[in-house]
């Protein structure tokens, strides 16, 4: 049998057997397109993506850092339900940029995340808890704030500014201070409660299995040395034994949850009992179906002062639009909406005076007398932080037996 | 003769037994797109019935955000994934050789290494490529998702495929080979159509595992780009809105469409409905 | 002179032929290689590197100045090995009651259902699948809920006195994990029966064998690596799973998967958490294999005391 060469030409598909040779061509063209897809993905996400350079942390080129045009996007690491959505909404249309949020439980994991990511985490503003800054500042985790860019700063309260653990302000301002305490469920738990001591006891009986303790290693073990009138920032080994041995072989079984956001479950009628923060709880009152079932106690006979604060990551992308949003919150008109919508202090002058005037909901879970205020103690990192995160570790390890 | 028996005790039995898991297999979804219609704070709580949530799931910017990330990625690690998997399958099945159980043990511990290793392992590798030795890309949101997202893809693609093509027969291919095609061309027109159904399959099932894909997805991902899953996960913290309910049934519309449309093609090219399961189960 | 040319071209295709013959038979495979030792296996290299390090006060993350075992030590403390135990035990629970379910409905939906009905059948199975993994199980958690519609039906019908408390305990994980992972233990199981031959069970019922017979004796052991796929496929996921007993089990429902994620995303302890994701790999290792040779051995024996071996139509032993 003859074959001419010339009629098997390469370009002549061999149409053979079945109606697939469509599929061939189809198959083909899909087959070349994923490669490319694969390829151009690759390429453009890497134009796409990559920013101009990192950002300096250095004092002296502040001057002008954060006055400049402020950027599209603004992602912020947060606490939960930490901010009014209509100011996050106003700030958009003002100002311009994008709101990103993002939450955390404690500030253990926002400072793992932000070890971890080594400024890639794409964070523009973090939310620490004051007494934690030095630490972060010491590894290079924040930068220093240039005062210039938040003129907005004249309107805090000077009582709240210039803290121990961060003289000058250079990493920080404040965002709202705080206290903890606990709710419980009257209706489920008939006798008064009234400190930690009864918090400990009501946990191991009539709340047991139905009570949560705050996602947070200081404030587990905090109820141990509040209710047993121990300095809760210790290092000495003996209490943090007794600590270890009491919370995981008395309190752990009973613990339903370790939830640093009560206020959704209280809604639910998860709890009898919960451990939480001021603002937090009234937040959970204020949402529940019967707000009169739920009774707060404030901490007794000592408890936390704690003092959240913005500060700006080392990575920051969108440095300019940070400095907006913190300036636009020290504004006293969005602070005072923020104030009624998170119940927690800003700490701005006179805003006590002015929130009581509106008629603010609950105010005495918002605002302390000198009394009560003395017997708040603020936390500090001590070398014995490690140890009080094992606990904690071993406490939930404990807990899901 | 035909030897059906008449239905009797075992055989309702079994038939009650399968509507039952039909009920149990449903039962979460079918709360989920009623919930979906609940107007109120959260999502558990029943409030009254209505849109608002579909309403207010559209016009969320961050909500949109999030699941244009995860389509984004989802696409891309698809790609990455079926190409790979296919020409790794294709290896796998047509040349054998030493190299082969050692590859296909590396394609089985992927399998097996539970997700939580996978994502505490690649967010410190990312981070170090991307910061320490300076290979930028790898600091972009987009970039790490489809990255981590196609490594259980790529297996899953590469054992369908080879399932596919190992039952081809070779006769075709041979014949083409008889009739002076080149290898190229072989491969081009007679081998990657018929092993079409498989890659398609495989596609499909990489573009869902990307979708669904949560816990690499929360570790290595980088604010800006977060994808939906991880969007849910961190309101889970909070509070959970109906809105997300609002958004999961619309992404199960979306997933049913897409299904169906495989389901087509895959019957339309002669599959049998249990050649289409074998696909996606990956046996 | 025709011929010659016909040689010619005979040669220049086997030429070609030859020369991408030569290129090794691995080449494809070349760039899934690659990707695979690029990302999965050198970062997870890593973290077995990083398990035999320590964490370096306290906001290091990890150093590998001094190698020790300690961290294995540490994370099989008295502290953290129940919930490895734990872990098991709601894996192999798990895994049984996929199996104690899956098993007879994909059997029914595999002999008992007219094949017209089956693919429509197998794609209802498949779309729960399809869906978001976490919105599965939340899901479960708005029908678990207290003040959610079963909880409040049940407390209308007085068959309870108090909301439902299933919620945030180890079986809401239990529930929630059977039923995320239930749609791979049916599909390899029903691609498994499905490819018996029904004559094969017309024979045996021909020959007198009563219909368990026919079950335990031809239809079960021939989908036996189907089972084996499932069991699998259901088990190993089911160890490591996270999700499931982060949303449904709050304090109780601990497993392994949320001890690494903590030691990572909270303690920042590195070392303990490579640690302990070693050790999870090596636990579902250990049964895995345990269960493996446990069924060799049994049916060894069973088919020793049979005296029957069972040949398929493949002509294969099972």
Known sequence: MEHRLHDLTPDEPIRLLTSRAMAAHLGRRAFLGGALLSAGGGLLAACGGSSSGGVSTSASATSTIGTGPVEGNLNIYT????????????????????????????????????????????????????????????????????????????????????????????????????????????????????????????????????????????????IFFWANDIDWNTTKKDDLDAAEDYLVKKLAPHIKAFDSYPSTAMAQGEYTLAQAWNGDARQGILNSKDPSIWQWVLGAPKTELWMDTWAIPVGAKNVNAAYAWINYVLDPKISLSELTYIGYNTGLKDIEATAKSQDVELPDLIFFDSAQVSTMVPGEVTEAQQRIVDIWNKLKATAGK | MNHRRRPDLLDLALRVWGVLCFAFLFLPILFIVIYSFNVGRLMVAWDHFGLDSYRIAVQDQAIRSAIGVSVRAAIGASAVATVLGTLAGVALARRGGRWVPLFVGLLGLTLVTPEIVDAVSLLPWFVWLGADAHVSIFNHGLVRLIVGHSLFASSVVTFIVRARVAGLEESLEEAAADLYAVPWRRFVDITLPLMMPAVLAGALMAFTLSLDNTIISAFVQVSGSTPWPVYVLSALRSALRPQIAAVSTLMLLLTLVALGLVALVLRRSGESSTQIAEAIAGV | MTTQTAAAADRAVEAQDIRVRRLPSFTLAIPAWAWLLGFFLAPVSLVLWYSFGRKPGLFGTHTNDELSFDRYREALEPAYLPTFINTLRIGVVGTVICLAIGLPFAYWLAVKVPPRWRGLLLGLVLVPYWTNFLVRTLGWEIILSPQGWVSTTLMDLGLRDSPLSVLYTRGAVQLGVVYNYLPLMILPIYVAFERIDPALREASRDLGASRWHTFTRISLPLAGPGVAAGLLLVFIPLMGDYVTATVLGGAKGNMAGQLVASEFQTAQNWALGSAMAVLLIIFIGVTVAFFAILWKSLSAVSRARRGVIVIDTRGGTP
């Open chain 1, 79 to 222: 606490w939960s339900e930490y901010s009014n959505p209509d100011d996050l909404k106003s700030f958009t249309t003002d100002k311009g940029p994008k709101i990103k949020l993002d939450s955390y439980a404690s500030n253990e994991e926002m400072i793992a995340k932000l070890v971890a990511a080594k400024g890639t985490s794409g964070y523009d503003i973090v939310v620490p808890t004051g007494e934690f800054i030095p630490q972060m500042a010491a590894n290079g985790l924040l930068q220093e704030l240039n005062h210039a860019a938040l003129p907005n700063m004249a309107n805090v309260d000077p009582q709240f500014l210039d803290q121990p653990w961060d003289k000058g302000n250079k990493y920080s301002v404040v965002k709202d201070w705080g206290t903890t305490g606990f709710v419980y469920d009257k209706t489920k738990i008939k006798r008064e409660l009234t400190n930690w001591a009864d918090f400990l006891d009501a946990a191991q009986n009539e709340a047991s299995g139905r009570t949560a303790v705050l996602d947070a290693p200081g404030d587990i073990t905090g």
